[in-house]
Nanobody
Framework: QVQLVESGGGLVEAGGSLTLSCTAS????????MGWHRQAPGKERELVAA???????KYGDSVKGRFTISRDNAKKTIYLQMNNLKLEDTAVYYC???????????????WGRGTLVTVSS
């Protein structure tokens, strides 16, 4: 059974930085694209960032230039480095796994339980 466990969420001031981690178990990991989505109160879940097995990345428009996704296959872990955080980045951040090497939306598969990021003024 695949498990994705997020960590690193918390409270941070606007303009600050935070790094999220997601460690996988029960999966080969290196054959799957991985990603982060987020959901703010009253809003739909949206893509934050995704990374393919060859290291190609995709970012949501609102985080481009501020967030960086990376992966460490040996540790079965992905990271999300978040810089210059804004109030609107406040959300629950979910780690996800794709059942493919590329991050096509139709291949979204497993999800973590999420970690809360709160950006304060």
């Amino acid at each position: 059974q695949v498990q994705l466990v997020e960590s690193g969420g918390g409270l941070v001031e606007a303009g600050g930085s935070l790094t999220l981690s997601c460690t996988a178990s029960g999966t080969m990991f290196n054959i799957n694209a991985m990603g982060w989505h987020r959901q703010a109160p009253g809003k739909e879940r949206e893509l934050v960032a995704a990374i393919s097995t060859d290291g190609s990345t995709k970012y949501g428009d609102s985080v481009k230039g501020r967030f960086t996704i990376s992966r460490d296959n040996a540790k079965k872990t992905i990271y999300l480095q978040m810089n210059n955080l804004k109030l609107e980045d406040t959300a629950v951040y979910y780690c996800n796994q794709y059942r493919a090497s590329w991050f096509q939306p139709s291949a979204l598969d497993n999800w973590g339980r999420g970690t809360l990021v709160t950006v304060s003024s």
